[in-house]
């Protein structure tokens, strides 16, 4: 096991395909917390990211054990590329789309990456100012088209560099980063319109 957790991933693959099933056990465990985060961001749902990362590595071994997997020195990105898959039918079934959040403040309030005013000593107006910021600007995010949204939380909350993102998407680098740019456009007219004041 040792000598596994020295290998690169292709060497763990082709390990398995041949039969060693201890070098996916060593796989799973070496990215299964980023890839659990990844695709709970993107879920925004503990129950689902649960079943979407259990369903990611059925398929991930189900491809492997045909001999159909071939994203050589891919790994990780590959799998991803999955989970995003499976999360897009998903959402596609439900009809409707995440919201984008992170987790909870102290106060069990939910935070995200557009909590975009440093923590600074507030007083009571300006923390609900920026509390009413934030809720502005989350709704606001909801309504950029699916492939800006991904691309804009892929970036900014997941901190992904844009080839990872390319990547994890299926798209090119020039194409991660033309939704990003119109990404941030569509946000600042949309800010524009709604009238927001995005500072305190």
Not at 141 to 167: C, G, N, W
Request: hydrophobic share 35%; charged share 30%; aromatic share 8%.
């Amino acid at each position: 096991m040792c000598t596994q957790q020295l290998m690169d991933d292709q060497q763990l693959v082709n390990l398995y395909i041949k039969g060693n099933e201890p070098a996916l056990e060593t796989l799973i465990n070496r990215h299964k917390r980023r890839l659990f985060a990844y695709i709970q961001n993107i879920a925004n749902n503990s129950e689902l990211a649960e079943d979407v990362f259990q369903e990611t590595f059925f398929k991930v071994i189900n491809t492997l054990r045909k001999g159909q997997y071939n994203e050589e020195g891919k790994f990780l990105p590959w799998v991803e590329r999955i989970a995003h898959n499976l999360l897009i039918d998903h959402f596609r079934k439900e009809n409707r789309m995440p919201t984008i959040s992170g987790g909870s403040n102290v106060d069990g309030e939910e935070f995200d990456i557009f909590d975009l005013i440093q923590e600074d000593k507030e007083n009571v107006e300006q923390e609900l100012t920026k509390k009413q910021m934030n809720k502005d600007l989350r709704k606001i995010v909801t309504k950029l088209p699916r492939d800006q949204r991904e691309v804009l939380m892929m970036r900014h909350y997941y901190d992904m560099s844009f080839k990872e993102i390319a990547e994890s998407t299926n798209v090119s680098i020039n194409t991660a980063l033309g939704r990003m740019r119109y990404a941030l456009i569509n946000l600042r007219r949309m800010i524009e319109e709604n009238g927001l004041v995005l500072s305190v």
